[in-house]
């Protein structure tokens, strides 16, 4: 059997098994007495192991199998859960996860696991274990998994009509070689099955066999009231057919991955007194039918080769625009419009294919404030609120880390320890709450503690130690912009530095890493409350709105995302303040950055009484971006310049206009101090 067709699937529904198991398992910690949710990782691990074995990955399946045996232990209530078991089966977990993600590398999956399945054995041998599993001892030869062709829904029905009284079958049925007419002898066997009971799934679809586009083999998976040899003998009186297999489905959760015992002689099954229950199967039965071909898994890079390919066209349909523009002919202006309309409806329903939830980032922070709150000896809760919330997978693949940072500085030097807390009139317990939200063209993504917050006077003395800031200007700083110091490269207000972090350490990094999103990071903080990093990101990286302007004969793009508003001023309402010229801007006092200077234009005479301004926003600073004049807004494609001119100073990329151009965009965040 050639299995590489299916680890694509396999890597993806183990990862999933895996992050139930470390979720279950938190849940356990908690209610060590609740056998349902041992119940579910024992599913999990079981459904793993099957996978594994038949995948032919030995050391994962035998370190299951072995978890499996504890878990089916403490299930019996034959050893009691406590936190030293707890730890082991988590580093289980950890080992499982490893290999995995080795084999998802294209590695072999091996892995010395002498120690922790020792372990595992002196749980269940120190507990007096009885060796009698009811599911672990059943060898994964027994099953054939067939975990692509069942989702989760057709699983539930399967499992709806055992539990009515039904029984759920799989055909595989050979057609002769020397068969002519391949579509009339799959009618006839569909004709047979439907007068049997409700076919919920075929294998290749209805409409491929109708066209006979499959081999001499198909699939049909069927709810019923008969037995497994009269389907037999019922398919087999159809001429022309070679052989039929007939499998019981028994569905042993509602898992994706399901166990399939093969039939023997005859699998008795009970036929059902109530009518009523039928009709209810059978109408689900329909349901999975209509809706079974309604998802599909689609590998990332066909979405990016998508992505690329509409990418093209965006700067496409701007050179139709202009050619419009320019020949001023109705049809066409009427054509271009309407092609704008439908790619702009083409653009959003890519985006949202491209949309992954936030969730699974978050995933992995409940088993790490574990461990870590078990380091430092301290009581931690986590509360994740909108994990359902999307970003584009760009952004998610590069948040994780930063969100990391955050949160562990967060309990390392954020939340006291508990004698402390109890002291300061607090509950034992720190919390820490991790919220994500949509709005506008942005999520926020905010981690709020309860702990110490942060001190303004050493934090002003350390950066005036480092020379960060002079004492004229820490003397007018607000306790917001006090806080905003600790972005500042190399700044800590750390004692000392731990292995796990130092409120401040590596902030800088957070920061750049965000701000290389086109994103925004900022803090706010009481000193013995508690504290708020909030990180604003963009929905999407490629395809931005921005204000084009022109310098010189030369075009830039600026993002809209930055722009507070445009406006034309008299030169003689521009200010002079401390060697800066400046403007008042409804009553804030925001400095002028001349544009021209900062990309070392050759100076020109300048002509005219007025001056067009850009407003741009970093946080609650303001900058006012000085330009020759104003084209329009735009949807532009973001292309990055390349490792050559990737240190090109205020320049985030580069974009192809309407007519043929390249507009450079402009880092209004590199502008601001």
Sequence with gaps: MEMNQYLEVFIEESKEHLQSCNEKLLELE??????????????????????????????????????ENVLDAIRNEK??????????????????????????????????????????????????????????????????????????????????????GFSA????????EDCLLKAVRVFMVFEILEQAGEVIKSVPSVDLLEEEKFDHQFTVALITKDYAEDLKNKVMKVSEIDEVIVR?????????????????????????????????????AKQVAATSSKTIRVNIERLDILMNLFEELVIDRGRLEQISKDLNNNELNETVERMSRISGDLQNIILNMRMVPVETVFNRFPRMIRQLAKDLNKKISLEIVGAETELDRTVIDE??????????????????????????????????????????????????????????????????????????????????????????????????????????????????????????????????????????????????????????????????????????????DILQAHNQKVIDFRGKIVPLVFLTDIFEFPETIEDGDFVSLIIVRKGEKMAALVVDSFIGQQEIVLKSLGNYLSSVFAISGATILGDGQVALIVDCNALIK
Excluded: C, W
């Design 30 to 67: 908690k209610n060590p007495s609740d056998l349902l949710i041992v119940n579910e990782i024992f599913r999990s691990a079981h459904t793993l192991k099957g996978m594994s074995a038949t995948m032919g990955y030995e050391d994962l399946a035998n370190l299951t199998h072995q978890m």
């Design 399 to 572: 948040i994780g880390d930063p969100l990391v940072h955050l949160l562990r500085n967060a309990i390392d030097h954020g939340i006291e320890m508990p004698a402390d807390r109890v002291k300061n009139g607090k509950s034992e317990e720190g919390h820490v709450v991790l919220s994500a939200y949509h709005s506008g063209n942005h999520v926020f993504i905010d981690i709020e503690d309860d702990g110490a917050g942060i001190n303004r006077e050493r934090v002003l003395k350390k950066a005036l130690d480092r020379g960060v800031v002079t004492e004229q200007i820490a003397s007018t700083l607000t306790d917001k912009q006090v806080y905003e110091l600790i972005f500042s490269s190399g700044f800590s207000t750390a004692d000392k530095i731990s292995d796990i972090s130092g409120r401040g350490v590596g902030l800088d990094v957070v920061k750049s890493t965000i701000e290389s999103l086109g994103g925004m990071v900022s803090v706010d903080a009481q000193e013995g409350k508690g504290s708020l990093f909030s990180i604003q990101l963009p929905l999407t990286l490629s395809i931005i709105s921005v204000m084009l302007v022109e310098l010189r004969n030369e075009k830039f793009a600026i993002p809209l995302s930055s722009i507070i508003e445009t406006a034309v001023i008299k030169k003689e």
């Design 169 to 176: 079958y799989e055909l595989t049925i050979t057609l002769r």
């Design 79 to 164: 050893i009691a859960v406590s936190a030293e078991i707890l730890d082991i089966v988590f580093a289980s977990v950890d080992d499982l996860e490893e290999m995995v993600f080795s084999i998802a590398e294209g590695g072999d999956g091996k892995k010395d696991v002498t120690k922790v399945v020792e372990m595992l054995k002196q749980i269940e041998n120190g507990e007096a274990v009885s060796s009698e599993l009811n599911l672990s001892d059943t060898s994964s030869e027994d099953y054939v998994q067939l975990i692509q062709n069942y989702d989760d829904y057709e699983n539930a029905v399967i499992l709806q009509s055992r539990e009515q």
């Design 248 to 284: 019981q489905l028994v569905s042993k959760s509602t898992n994706s991955s399901q166990e399939l015992n093969e039939v023997t002689e005859q699998v008795p099954a009970s036929k059902p007194k109530n009518e009523k229950a039928q009709e209810q199967v059978k109408t689900s």
